[in-house]
């Protein structure tokens, strides 16, 4: 028979680095989880992704034991990492200035990475999304679009 679930957290932790200081710690110890055994199996699991930020989701069951799953690192995160800028350096005005650029080889690099967590079926409705997330931190999208050619 399944466990009884009895709740969900999310946290968006770097890789390789979790730790029981906040917010780690207040967040998995409000539900009575085993903070450290979380560390240890977090840690091992994204040892080769060290220093990026993931988010992850972790199912609590009614017995204290729990399950997690990791996502892909965020869209914005990704953008930076192509624009090659310091992530939190978006535009104040994103429709008036821009401060950075993308190509659509790099917009489909990170749509394609991104496609297991997108509700989408094609990668360039992925590509979409991925564009409109860089437009609305104040990046331009240089080029052509694939599809408009």
Not at 77 to 89: C, D, S, T, V
Not at 105 to 113: K, Y
């Amino acid at each position: 028979m399944a466990k009884e679930i009895d709740g969900y957290i999310k946290l968006q932790v770097k890789g390789g680095q979790a730790n029981p200081a906040p917010p780690i710690g207040p967040a998995l110890g409000s539900k009575g989880v085993n903070i450290m055994e979380f560390c240890k199996r977090f840690n091992a699991q994204t040892q080769e992704m060290q220093g990026k930020v993931l988010p992850v989701i972790i199912s609590v069951y009614k017995d204290k034991t729990f399950d997690f799953i990791i996502k892909t690192p965020p869209a914005a995160i990704q953008l930076f990492e192509a624009a090659k800028m310091q992530p939190g350096q978006g535009s104040p005005e994103p429709n008036r200035k821009k401060v950075g650029s993308v190509t659509w080889e790099q917009v489909r690099a990170i749509a394609e990475n991104k496609m297991p967590d997108l509700n989408c079926f094609t990668v360039e409705s992925a590509m979409k999304m991925i564009a409109g997330t860089a437009r609305s931190m104040g990046f331009t999208v240089e080029g052509t679009a694939p599809w408009d050619n």
